[in-house]
DNA sequence: AGGTTAAGCGCG
DNA sequence: AAAGCGCGCTTAACCT
């Protein structure tokens, strides 16, 4: 329960509640999708949350412990060098002194502003102060450190269960706009995966003895929606193949053959790939890129050109959105934008850029929702000691016991990709181990 | 003392 | 005027 809740009174929650539902009610059952997405996703998946977040995840409070003061030492060590290139102290967790150091005593040049006017020194401008100046890189090192022994490795230890020795998270179910649900005290959906130094922090995700940790997720399961819901023929036929789509998307903006892709080619395409799911201009493909506006837009072109149900898409729900007010997921759930109108360009276009993205994000949180429901159901159905423990969007992770590892091995992936029927295939990858990074 | 906002960054 | 969607958490700085 979110500590907020605390301050309230129960029979005053149920008032509102009550009030809230005969207001609700009605508008949700003369909906078909509403009713649908309501009674089918999110009442069933309120049980199967309550259950998770009982369960909890096992966590070894020793290893982020060591972790913790392994980072402490090598950041008191950047420290010192931070203050040797600069020549003077100062605290390394202060943008605004950082800014004074920079750009007053050390004269650097700015190469952005914050929105409030201060001179920004974010992880992009320093990356490319770093080229050319050396105390840029040691203040990055020193923030990736920093980043994880505070949020991670110094804060999770603390949030284990002495009793029990797992950490109980809260899933909210009606926060994100969007369906998906958002994991809070601790957020244990962003764990760090993507550095190997951060990936470290998952090897305390662990297995009790006699279990291991099993973790199944959708592969690419936004891009294979938009070829669902836009139809496009090249994109679909894409999956039907088993394509790796990036390549596949590569072959065609340059014009060569899937096996003549380089691999710059094919991070372009994926770039381009996941920046259209997000709404992306040519202004940040090539900001992103490193390259010309007048190359990305070409880019873009040329992606269009060739898979021009994609195309449509994006203009079809521009004009949804803007006639209805709201767009929906392939189930039904909607997402209403009140500033798809606006006078303002900007706010207009951003929620454009939210419309095209919502039907995207909102159907992959949906078929999640399904496969933990359908998931629960075979558990129980066949009273099996396996547990879900996580929920990280496009992913499933379950404590399961060694004498049912096969069992879950063989059915998790066919129930994940069978809980609905689009016109691609969806496809799942399942993995094992002692521990959440093994698993992966 | 406690709350809020800004800046920054972790994930999908 | 802004330029890539959706979240939660930490620290510093500022405010009451």
Redesign the pocket.
């Given at each position: 329960m979110p500590i907020e809740r605390a301050a309230h009174y129960a029979a005053e929650d149920a008032e509102v509640v009550m009030h809230l539902h005969q207001v609700l009610y009605p508008q949700i059952e003369a909906e078909p999708g509403l009713s649908f997405v309501y009674q089918r996703i999110e009442l069933p998946t309120a049980q199967v949350l309550y259950r998770m977040e009982r369960a909890g995840v096992l966590v070894d409070a020793a290893t982020l412990e060591r972790q913790s003061s392994e980072l402490g030492a090598r950041m008191l060590e950047l420290e010192r060098k931070a203050y040797e290139a600069a020549g003077d102290s100062f605290?390394l967790?202060?943008?605004?002194?950082?800014g004074e150091i920079f750009f007053e005593r050390l004269k650097l040049p700015v190469i952005k502003k914050?929105?409030?006017?201060?001179p920004?020194?974010?992880?992009?401008?320093?990356e490319k102060l770093a080229a050319d100046y050396p105390l840029p890189r040691i203040l990055?090192d020193y923030?990736?450190l920093?980043?994880?022994k505070?949020?991670y490795t110094?804060?999770l230890p603390r949030m284990v269960d002495a009793n029990t020795g797992r950490v109980h998270t809260h899933y909210?179910q009606a926060?994100?706009?969007?369906g998906?649900l958002?994991?809070?005290?601790?957020?244990l959906?962003?764990?760090?995966?993507?550095?190997a130094e951060?990936r470290r922090i998952r090897e305390a995700f662990v297995a009790p003895a006699g279990h291991r940790i099993v973790s199944a997720?959708y592969s690419q399961i936004e891009l294979r929606i938009m070829a669902h819901i836009s139809g496009d023929p090249g994109l679909t036929e894409a999956f039907a193949r088993g394509d790796d789509v990036h390549r596949a998307t590569a072959a065609e903006i340059f014009g060569v053959d899937p096996a003549g892709v380089s691999s710059e080619q094919r991070r372009y395409a994926k770039?381009i790939n996941?920046?259209l799911?997000?709404?992306?201009?040519a202004?940040?493909?090539a900001?992103?890129l490193g390259i010309e506006r007048d190359a990305a837009r070409s880019y873009i072109e040329r992606y269009f050109a060739r898979y021009p149900g994609v195309a449509a898409y994006m203009e079809q729900t521009r004009a949804n959105a803007r006639e209805q007010g709201f767009v929906e997921t392939v189930f039904g759930r909607r997402l209403w934008l009140a500033e798809i109108r606006s006078p303002s360009?900007?706010r207009r276009?951003?929620a454009e850029?939210?419309a095209i993205?919502?039907p995207m994000?909102g159907t992959a949180a949906d078929l999640i929702k399904l496969a933990m429901i359908a998931v629960q159901e075979w558990i129980d159905r066949e009273r099996l000691a396996s547990r879900l423990i996580m929920q990280?969007?496009?992913?499933l992770v379950l404590e399961v016991p060694e004498g049912e590892l096969e069992l879950v091995r063989g059915q998790l992936p066919r129930l994940m990709a069978g809980v609905a029927e689009l016109s691609v295939p969806l496809e799942v990858e399942l993995g094992v181990g002692r521990n959440w990074d093994e698993a992966h």
């Open positions: 605290n967790n202060s943008p605004k002194q950082i914050t929105a409030s006017g201060a920004s020194t974010d992880e992009e401008v320093l990055l923030r990736a920093a980043k994880l505070s949020t110094d804060k909210a926060v994100a706009v969007t998906r958002a994991s809070s005290d601790p957020n959906q962003n764990i760090p995966i993507r550095t951060g997720d770039v996941f920046g799911i997000y709404g992306m201009s202004f940040g493909l900001s992103n360009g900007p276009q951003a850029r939210a993205n919502a994000q990280v969007h496009d992913e």
